[in-house]
């Protein structure tokens, strides 16, 4: 059974360029969600999604926005990147429902 | 908003001690708890959870006690290992969609 996985790992972007970030979910596993961790903070609720539609979202920006494939993998996109939105971008699957989420070590996103 | 707070921002503990980190949330509607325990350069990782209709719980070394009356929630790890050196954040939801975080206390394990 292989677990969450996050690509990349580590990126730097400039201010006011665009990013794509990727979450494969967890074998069986159907719902995706998204946090930001800033550093020396808890993860925030980004979105969440389900059957390829979004399923609730937290306190940010449209710029944030994401997408779910058949096979349940996800993508994260932020536009208009600001320095703020410098954090570790998490993705967790889970079985909806479930309770059971299951975290990716992240994306480690610097605006510079 | 949700709030869930932490007591206090860093614990240091000799190994073989017990530790003890707490948790303060906010919502009285939220129905299931959650630690975490986040290594350096991972993700959080599932410690132990409990429900609101539970008071304690127990898990191997992990102990979670829940008091709805002061909105309190508390992770008691026995015996504590230099592997337990980690960030731990407690978690709460009212629904399956969200997870409302802590900001995390810092345990570091004195060897």
């Known amino acids: 059974e292989t677990g969450v996985t996050q690509s990349p790992t580590h990126l730097i972007k400039t201010r006011g360029q665009q990013v794509t970030l990727r979450c494969s979910s967890q074998s069986g596993h159907n719902t995706v969600s998204w946090y930001q961790q800033a550093l020396g903070q808890g993860p925030q609720f980004i979105f969440q999604y389900y059957r390829e539609e979004e399923n609730g979202r937290g306190n940010f920006p449209p710029r944030f926005s994401g997408l779910q494939f058949p096979n349940y993998s996800s993508e994260l996109n932020v536009n208009a990147l600001e320095l703020d939105d410098s954090a570790l971008y998490l993705c967790a699957s889970s079985f909806r429902g479930n309770y059971g989420y299951t975290f990716g070590s992240g994306t480690r996103l610097t605006v510079v | 908003g949700e709030s869930v707070g932490l007591h206090l921002p860093t614990l240091s503990v000799q190994e073989g001690d017990n530790s003890i980190i707490n948790c303060a949330y906010s919502n009285s509607a939220s129905d299931y708890f959650i630690w975490y325990k986040q290594e350096s350069g991972k993700g959080p990782q599932f410690i132990i959870d409990i429900r609101s209709n539970m008071d304690k719980r127990q898990g191997q070394r992990v102990t979670v006690l829940l008091n709805k009356t002061v909105k309190h929630l508390s992770l008691q790890i026995a015996a504590t290992q230099p592997g337990d050196s980690a960030v731990y954040f407690c978690?709460?939801?009212?629904?399956?969609?969200?997870?409302?975080f802590g900001t995390g206390t810092s345990l570091t394990v004195i060897p």
């Open positions: 978690a709460e939801t009212p629904s399956s969609n969200q997870f409302y």
